[in-house]
Structures are given as C-alpha cells and as structure tokens.
T-cell receptor, first 111, second 118 residues
Framework: SQQGEEDPQALSIQEGENATMNCSYKTSINNLQWYRQNSGRGLVHLILIRSNEREKHSGRLRVTLDTSKKSSSLLITASRAADTASYFCATGGTAGNKLTFGGGTRVLVKP | GAVVSQHPSWVICKSGTSVKIECRSLDFQATTMFWYRQFPKQSLMLMATSNEGSKATYEQGVEKDKFLINHASLTLSTLTVTSAHPEDSSFYIC??????????????FGPGTRLTVT
C-alpha cells in the first residue's frame, strides 16, 4: 500500500522558475528518498534524507523533512526543460528495507 | 557502478501465454531484489521481495502463483507472469540492494520492462 501522498499531482512552470512539491506520510520512517522518472523509463535516485536530518541540498535540489508533521518537500531551483519528469518520494520504514512510494508529482517545465 | 539491467525492455505477448522478465545487478551482488508494478500515470506498487536462495515474500493482494519469482543467484532475479491477461499489461520495475553496503537504504533501480498483453 502507498504510504506517501504527494502534492500537487501535477505542476506546470516556466523554465527558470522554482518547482516545489510536497510529500506526506503516515508511519514512522528511517529515511525518505526522492526519485525522478522520465516518461517510460526507470527511476533515478535524487537524494536521501535521514529521519534525524531536517534539510539537505544537492545541486539545484533542496529537500526538507519535518518528522513532527510527517512531511517532506522537494524544491528544484532554476528549473530547466530537462527537469520535466515525474517525481516520487519513497519512505524506508524502521522495520525493514522496503520502500513505499508516494503517488508522484508530474512536473512540466516549459521552455 | 551500481547498475541494474532488465531484459527485455519491452514485450508483447498473447493472452494466456507466460512471460519471463530478468533483473540483473551488473557490478554488485544483490542479496535482495524487489519487483514493482506501475500502471500508467500511477506510482510504483511493490509486488514482492526476492531474497537469494529463498522464497519470495509477496505483498498483500499479489498472486504468488501468477507472478513467479526466482532469485537463483546473487546477480539475477526473474519474474514470470504466467497465463498473462490484458489486465497484467503494465510497467514492471526491479530494484536491487547491494549486499556490500551497510544500512537498509541503498536500492538501485532497473530501467523497467513494458509488458503488453493482447
């Protein structure tokens, strides 16, 4: 079953703008990960944030984690047309090593 | 490093036939592999966890007799969709854990296999 819910489900922005998407989850987690999926392709791992971390950066990506609210956000700054993809959050439970994926946010960056 | 391949990348089969999908870790040994299914514009749903040398653990609602999983070596897991029906048409993605890395986090995903049952 899916644990994460992502918001918004779809996002359309102009190149150069920032894109923000949110992920909420229900149970305790060990870590939260963000993945990108281009249409019809596999998943690319973007960033992992552990439950004891609050913010993490990787290039143009910024991820926050609020365990008290059971939510995370992914910010893509200065978006490019190549950022057009679906973005998924996935949580790793404390009890095992399975990943549970959120519903995803489809991002369209218009040139 | 940490490359996972899937074969085939796409397959079309007739209703009632069986299809085998392979998932290989190319440059690491994977004690655990995971199989996911993804319908169009939806998220990934975990089908089963495959452990080398033992039986797979299936998620609730996944028919183990229909989706046969074999993890015979540390670099290969196979998913066989038996007696396929059009509703089995989907994108199947595998992932693998590197047994050489500490922690439960590291999973590497294959590029996926598009199955179309006619």
């Amino acid at each position: 079953s899916q644990q994460g819910e992502e918001d918004p489900q779809a996002l359309s922005i102009q190149e150069g703008e920032n894109a923000t998407m949110n992920c909420s989850y229900k149970t305790s987690i060990n870590n939260l990960q963000w993945y990108r999926q281009n249409s019809g392709r596999g998943l690319v791992h973007l960033i992992l944030i552990r439950s004891n971390e609050r913010e993490k950066h990787s290039g143009r990506l910024r991820v926050t984690l609020d365990t008290s609210k059971k939510s995370s956000s992914l910010l893509i700054t200065a978006s490019r047309a190549a950022d057009t993809a679906s973005y998924f959050c996935a949580t790793g439970g404390t009890a095992g090593n399975k990943l549970t994926f959120g519903g995803g946010t489809r991002v369209l960056v218009k040139p | 490093g940490a490359v996972v391949s899937q074969h085939p990348s796409w397959v079309i089969c007739k209703s009632g036939t069986s299809v085998k999908i392979e998932c290989r870790s190319l440059d690491f040994q994977a004690t655990t592999m995971f199989w996911y299914r993804q319908f169009p514009k939806q998220s990934l749903m975990l089908m089963a966890t495959s452990n080398e040398g033992s039986k797979a653990t299936y998620e609730q609602g996944v028919e183990k007799d229909k989706f046969l999983i074999n993890h015979a070596s540390l670099t290969l897991s196979t998913l066989t969709v038996t007696s396929a029906h059009p509703e089995d048409s989907s994108f199947y993605i595998c992932s693998a854990r590197d047994r050489g890395l500490a922690g439960p986090y590291e999973q590497y995903f294959g590029p996926g296999t598009r199955l179309t049952v006619t």
